[in-house]
């Protein structure tokens, strides 16, 4: 069974920088797509980044500029690198992968546990 571990996060003054690392563990033959997604108290789930395999990226306009995704293909890590953090980037922060396993016919999306982001003015 493929798991998504993302220790990191805690508590930034506003202003300040943060980084998320995100590793894939199991029988994976390969990551597709891996990215970020946030889910601030009382709204949806939403897209913060994505990054392909070949290092494509995408980010969302509120974080455009001054968050930045990577990824590390031998380790199947994704990371963002969140600076300018703002109160409302308060959020639970959550990483996926479309993940090809071992035996498996077909890709299928995998998610972390979360981690808890939190910004004070």
Known sequence: ?????EPGGGLVQAGGSLRLS??????????NTMGWF??????????????TSGGSTNYADSVQG??????????????????SLKPEDTAVY?????????GAGRYREVWGQG???TVSS
């Not at 995100?22 to 990551?31: E, L, M, N, P, Y």
């Not at 889910?39 to 913060?48: D, H, M, N, T, Y």
């Not at 990577?70 to 994704?78: E, M």
């Open 115 to 117: 981690t808890l982001v």
């Open 38 to 51: 946030r889910q601030a108290p009382g709204k949806q789930r939403e897209l913060v980044a994505t990054i």
């Open 94 to 102: 959550y990483c996926n992968a479309d993940v090809l396993e071992l």
């Open 1 to 5: 069974q493929v798991q998504l571990v």
């Open 66 to 83: 001054r968050f930045t995704i990577s990824r590390d293909n031998a380790k199947n890590t994704v990371y963002l690198q969140m600076n």
């Open 22 to 31: 995100c590793a894939a563990s199991g029988s994976i033959v390969s990551i």
